[in-house]
C-alpha cells in the first residue's frame, strides 16, 4: 500500500488536463510511442472533436522512482460544471490531487469550484502551472494568484509544458513525494465506493472501484449498500490505456474495475458502496446521493413513426450515463416525445447530438426548463417540470424557484458590463473581490430558469470570451412568476410556453411573437401570432398570406367581376384559416433561447 498513489487531475475547462494526462501516460512508458495519440483517455468522438472531457477516465501506471516500484492510479476528470458530481465522486476516492491552471490565463471560476470539492474530501492539492511554453505566460503572476484566491502555498507549484513535455518528469517525481499513500486496513471486512459505471456490450455493465479495507476477490458475494442488492463478482480488472488486465483480486487502497453481469448499469449507482454479503461493514463509504438533474426539456422525433427508436436510444445511452433521466410526453403541437432530465445546458447539448450523430434521429428539442415547486390554494404542493404543466392561475397561491451561487471571474475592463448582465438577470450580489488589479471575482444567487437560457452565450459574447463562470444550486425561493404562452393561429402550442418573471412577461412576449413572425414560413391565409397570459393577450403579429392575383386573367370589362373574383377569394381564404394547420419550423422552438 505504501507504493500506491491514486490521484485526479482538477481544473477549469480547456486547461490542458487531459494533454497532461497523456504525457504522464507517456512517461510512465504505459504505451509504446508509436501507439500513443491525443487525447487518450477521451474515448468518445464528441469529446475528440470539442477538446473536452465528458466523462471521467481512470488508468493504472507503473513509474520508477531511486529503484523502488510505484503503482500510480490517475483520474482524469472532467473539467465542466455539469458535470461537477462527477468530479466529487472522483475526488472521494482519491488521495490527491493536481490543480491544473492555465500559464496565461490564470484562476477560473471551475478552478475554485474543484477545489472547494477536493478540500471537503481533505486531499493533498499539487498546484500546477501548465502551458509554460506559452508566449503569454506568466507563471509567477498566476502562482500570486492561487495563493490569493485559493489560498493555497503556490511557491513549490511544479512549472510544465503538458504540449512540450517540459517538466513531466519533475511532476511524477512531485506526485510519489507527496501525494498520500491510501490509508485502511487490509484485514477488515470489504468496503469500496463505486466512483464511475458504464456499460459493455460483451461484459455488461461495470463498476470502477476503490477499495478502502479488506479486499475484493473473483467470485465473492458482495451487497451494493444502496439498494441492499446482492451480486456475485465474476471477473476483476486493472484500468489501462490500451487493454484491461485480469487480476484475481483488488487489494485495499487499490483502484479496479468490477464485472458482475449485470444488464442495466442504473442498479450500479456512482457513489455507491461495496461490501461482502457474509460480514458487511457498518459504514458506507461517504453519504450517497443520486445525481439530481437540473435542466428538463422536451426532445420529439420529427418524424412521428421513430418514436420507439427515440426510446431505444435513450435506453442505451442511459447505459453509459446514469445521470440521464426521461419519461414519455405528449405535445398537441409535436406530438410524442419524452421529457428528459438533464444536468445542465452542456448535458443537454451533448445528448441531443449523440442521439443524433449516433443513432441517426432528427429531432426537436422544447426550451429547456427548471423544477419550480407549486404551491396550491388547497395547501398541496406539485413539482413541475413543463411550464405547459402549471396549474391554472386561480388554483396557485405561490411559486417557488431554484436558485444558484453563481461565481463569474472576469478581467476588471468587462466588470461594469457584466454586473449589468448579471442585474437584469435577477441576480443579487453577495462578493465582489480583485484577485489582482486586473482580474475580479463576483458572486451572485442567481434564479436557475435565467442562467439556462442563453446566459452563458451572452456573458462570453460581452466580455470576449475572457470571463468564466461556474454555479451550485442553494435553494428555492418564492417567485413573482407567470406562465406565458405563445398561440400560433389560435391555438396554444404547448411546447413553446414559458415561465417568466411577471414584470418581465410584456417585453418577452413581445420579443418572442416578433421573432416567431419572422420564422414562421407564409401560408395561402394569416397567420395570428400572439403571446398571452391565461386569457390575456399581450402581444400580437401577424404573419401575411402569401398572395395571388386573381384578376390577372380580367383584362378591360366591367368592374364587378373582378371584385367578384375577390370576394370568392376572401372567402376562401376565411375557410381555409379556420381549418389550417401551420407546421412551426425547428428554429422557432429555440427562439425562446434567443430573446434578449
Sequence with gaps: ??????????????????????????????????????????????????????????????????????????????????????????????????????AAQGVEAQTIANVYLA?????????????????????????????????IDATDACLVSAKTGVGIHELIDAIVERVPAPVGDPKATTKAIIYDSWFDQYLGALALVRVFDGQVKKGQNIKLMSNGEEH???????????????????????????VLGLKEVSVINVGDTIT????????????????????????????????EDLRDALDKLRLNDSSLSYEPE?????????????????????????????????????????????????????????????????????????YVRATVITPSEYLG???????????????????????????YEIPMNEIVMDFYDTLKSISKGYASFDYEPIEFKVGDLVKLDIKVAGEAVDALSIVVPRNQALPRGRVLVKNMKELIPRQLFEVAVQASLGSQIIARETVKSMGKNVTAKCYGGDITRKRKLLEKQKAGKKRMKSIGKVQLPQEAFMSVLKMD
Design 1 to 102: 500500500m505504501k507504493n500506491i498513489r491514486n490521484f485526479s487531475i482538477i481544473a477549469h475547462i480547456d486547461h490542458g488536463k487531459s494533454t497532461l494526462a497523456d504525457r504522464i501516460i507517456q512517461e510512465c512508458g504505459s504505451v509504446a510511442e508509436r501507439e500513443m495519440s491525443t487525447q487518450m483517455m477521451d474515448t468518445m468522438d464528441i469529446e475528440q472533436e470539442r477538446g473536452i472531457t465528458i466523462k471521467a477516465q481512470s488508468v493504472r501506471l507503473d513509474y520508477v522512482k531511486d529503484d523502488e516500484h510505484y503503482i500510480l492510479n490517475l483520474i482524469d476528470t472532467p473539467g465542466h460544471v455539469d458535470f461537477s458530481y462527477e468530479v466529487s465522486k472522483s475526488l472521494a476516492s482519491s488521495d490527491g490531487a493536481l490543480l491544473i491552471v492555465d
Design 119 to 151: 478540500l471537503d474530501n481533505d486531499l493533498e492539492l499539487i498546484p500546477v502551472i501548465n502551458k509554460i511554453d506559452l508566449p503569454a505566460a506568466d507563471p509567477d503572476k498566476v502562482a500570486e494568484e492561487i495563493e490569493t484566491s485559493i489560498g
Design 232 to 258: 456475485q463478482i465474476l471477473d476483476l480488472m486493472y484500468p489501462h490505456p490500451m487493454k484491461k488486465i485480469k487480476t484475481n483480486t483488488i487489494e485495499c487502497g487499490e483502484i479496479g474495475i468490477v
Design 276 to 307: 461482502d454479503v457474509k460480514n458487511p461493514t457498518l459504514e458506507p463509504v461517504g453519504t450517497y446521493e443520486p445525481a439530481k438533474p437540473f435542466v428538463f426539456a422536451g426532445i420529439y422525433p420529427i418524424d412521428t413513426d421513430k418514436f
Design 330 to 402: 405528449t405535445s398537441i403541437a409535436l406530438g410524442f416525445g419524452f421529457r428528459v432530465g438533464f444536468l445542465g445546458m452542456l448535458h443537454m447539448e451533448v445528448i441531443k447530438e449523440r442521439l443524433e450523430r449516433e443513432f441517426n434521429l432528427d429531432l426537436i428539442a422544447s426550451a429547456p426548463s427548471v423544477v419550480y415547486n407549486v404551491y396550491l390554494t388547497n395547501g398541496d404542493m406539485v413539482e413541475v417540470q413543463n411550464p405547459s404543466q402549471l396549474p391554472p392561475i386561480q388554483k396557485i397561491d405561490r411559486i417557488e424557484e431554484p
Design 417 to 443: 458590463n457584466i454586473i449589468t448582465l448579471l442585474i437584469s438577470k435577477r441576480g443579487t450580489q453577495t462578493k465582489m473581490t480583485y484577485l489582482n488589479e486586473e482580474r475580479v471575482m463576483l458572486e
